[in-house]
């Protein structure tokens, strides 16, 4: 059997401007892989994307229940894709349990795509069914399709000497080659791709790419769709694209900074969901000077990294909400003595070890003010997956300057998720200069200050004539000797409070998308809510509504034209996932009516949440 040129979509097919296709099954179904691979495939033939993995949050939910779904969705279009989609158009499902919990999601009318072999009595007893939907009336508002997956897979691989149970584990590239049909993808992205992943089990990968390519025939010769569809490549800049999750950005954005400013990047880290892939992903970058330590704890893990840049190296902690609880005391050890450090959060759900596999932006505050005494430091919020690159950039750079820790927000959302991300050309970064100090004169002032950024001397430790006190006990200024005086405690304080706000004179302008002159609705977001924000604010003045937007990058310290732009507008909303942490920021520090729009769901919002809450400042709640 062939494979079909990606550039000769099947007869009858219609065009689509973008399409939103959901994954679900149980964790062993290989739901994540066949998610991640349509999208690899469709980030390859030119389509925009972006996808939301959606893990159970139990390790090992027992097989069948409902909270043991794993799901993947994407959105991919021929325009700019902001999120993966408010309601899927598909609907693939392994089980009933998946069945269950997503079906509500397809929009009226959608298609839904079943193994029927899954739907055994246990099963439907397991998932809560009274009832076999696939024989009662519940599906009539859907165009359902039940194909018994996994029989079609063990006839497909009746030769195949592995074993039954490896076989079925095939099923899901049966599916994944239907949905290829389905809207005209190309196979041959994933046979390479399973021909080098099994390259040393050549019996694993000739049955996947057997099972990949029957799903493929089947759909095409049992007519199973009533028709296929084809989505043409999107409008890009020309440039080097590559798909790229917001861990994977992140990890990149990091190296590149250390390498622009010609040091080693040290990280210290301990697992936790959904932040360990950085440490994965640095730990395969050894030969880019990149060092990793899997500390036994959180606190270990930020003293390691503070040693480390203490010792002239660019230090780097990853975590999540409940490690940045734990890491308060040290960061704030970082903040007194000055050395550069990034403190990467992916925010998760909580409160404690809350929903460690969903989103959230719960952490603002606890970013801002959660450390003993005045410890200000820099925060700065990623917006989408590949925007994590330009951010850990920033956040180092800033780190490396001003010489003080920096805190990097993400969250499950980006960290998990992916776009295509356009590989900027080394030379388009900026040079970062560590600036160590090697000679300190007659007599080393190690808290002398730079009178612009007011950041201190980088010393490393070893250098002839410039050894020095650091430590968690007050300094004086200048000489850096302890000291317990109370007005060079106050001064200490107002010097690092005001070398953290002077980062904000080096800020850009902020971009505000709608009108520059004032309307009658702002809405003001930061991190993952970036794409829902945009989509929803263009949705809503295509519709004639005077709505703009404003999206803050940088959160500690505000940008210094926010507060003009907040007045310029006759209502504020703040759309955050959490219940209003931002919105009291701006309404303390600009004493601007700003009203909050929250969700703490482990959900990310959709278009049509903020469309609604547009429409109720606009228009009233009726």
């Known amino acids: 059997m062939s494979t079909p040129p990606s550039s000769a979509p099947p007869e009858h097919s219609e065009q689509l401007e973008s ?35 959606d893990f159970p949050a139990e390790i090992r939910a027992p097989a069948g229940t409902l909270f043991g779904v794993s799901g993947f969705q994407l959105q991919f279009g021929s325009t700019e894709i902001r999120t993966p989609g408010d309601r899927p158009d598909v609907l693939v499902a392994f089980n009933p349990a998946a069945l269950k919990t997503n079906i509500d999601r397809l929009r009226k009318g959608g298609l839904v795509l079943i193994n029927s072999a899954s739907f055994t009595s246990r099963n439907l007893e397991k ?37 039954t149970k490896d076989k079925d584990r095939a099923k899901n590239l049966f599916a994944l080659g239907m949905v290829y049909f389905l809207y005209s993808r190309p196979l041959e992205h994933t046979i390479s791709w399973l021909e080098n992943k099994f390259a040393k089990k050549p019996d694993v990968a000739a049955a996947n790419v057997k099972t990949l390519k029957t799903g493929y025939y089947y759909a095409e010769t049992a007519e199973v769709f009533r028709s296929t569809y084809s989505v043409p490549e999107a409008t890009v800049a020309p440039g080097l694209y590559r798909n790229v999750t917001g861990n994977q950005a992140t ?73 940045l609880a734990l890491k308060g005391e040290a960061l704030g050890l970082a903040m007194m003595v000055e050395l550069p450090l990034v403190v990467i959060n992916v925010q998760r759900g909580g409160p404690s070890t809350g929903l460690p596999t969903k989103t959230e932006q719960a952490d603002l505050l606890m970013s801002m003010y959660g450390r003993n005494g005045e410890s200000p430091i820099p925060i700065i919020a990623a917006r989408s997956p590949a925007d994590c690159f330009a951010a850990a950039f920033e ?68 250098t002839v004539g410039l050894e020095h006190r650091v430590g968690g006990l007050e300094k004086a200024d200048l000489t850096g000797n302890v000291s317990y005086d109370p007005a060079n405690h106050h001064r200490m304080c107002s010097l690092r409070r005001d070398k953290v706000a002077r980062i904000a004179d080096s800020l850009p302008p902020t971009t505000i998308t709608g009108s520059q002159t004032g309307g009658d609705l702002l809405l003001v977001g930061w991190g993952g809510t970036y794409g829902s924000i945009t989509t929803a604010v263009h949705k809503a003045r295509a519709a004639g509504k005077d709505v703009s ?30 219940l209003g942490q931002l919105v009291r920021i701006l309404r303390a520090e600009y004493l601007v009516d700003a009203r909050g729009c929250n969700k703490v769901q482990g959900l990310p919002f959709t278009v049509n949440e903020l469309i609604a809450a547009i429409d109720a400042e606009l228009y009233g709640e009726a």
């Not at 505000?558 to 209502?571: A, W």
């Open 549 to 578: 937007s404003v999206h803050l990058r940088n959160i500690n310290p505000l940008p210094p034209d926010l507060g003009d732009i907040l007045r310029r507008y006759d209502k504020i909303l703040v759309p955050e996932l959490n």
């Open 251 to 323: 990890a990149l954005g990091l190296v590149s900074a250390a390498r622009k400013a010609d040091l080693d990047l040290f990280l210290g880290s301990y697992p936790i969901t959904p932040a360990s892939d950085i440490l994965h992903e640095l730990s395969n970058l050894r030969a880019h000077g990149v060092k990793t330590l899997q500390a036994e704890d959180e606190i270990a893990a930020i003293c390691a990294a503070i040693g480390a840049s203490y010792a002239g190296s660019l230090g780097i902690t990853s975590t999540s909400g409940p490690g």
């Open 395 to 462: 956040a180092a750079q800033v780190a490396i300057s001003t010489r003080t820790p920096v805190l990097l927000l993400t969250d499950g959302y980006l960290a998990n998720g992916s776009e295509p991300w356009a590989i900027p050309q080394a030379d388009e970064l900026p040079n970062i200069d560590p600036d160590f100090l090697l000679d300190g004169g007659e007599v080393l002032q190690p808290y002398a200050r730079d009178p612009e950024s007011l950041s201190r001397p980088w010393i490393k430790p070893g």
């Open 127 to 163: 998932a809560g069914y009274e009832s076999n939907p696939l024989e009662d009336e519940s599906l009539s508002a859907w165009q359902v399709i039940t194909v018994d997956m996994t029989k079609l897979t063990r006839e497909a691989l009746k030769e195949s000497p592995l074993r």
């Open 19 to 53: 399409v939103v296709i959901r994954f679900a099954g149980d964790s062993g179904d290989g739901v994540q892989l066949t998610g991640t691979q349509f999208t690899k495939t469709s980030a390859l033939v030119g389509n925009d994307i972006s996808t939301l993995p």
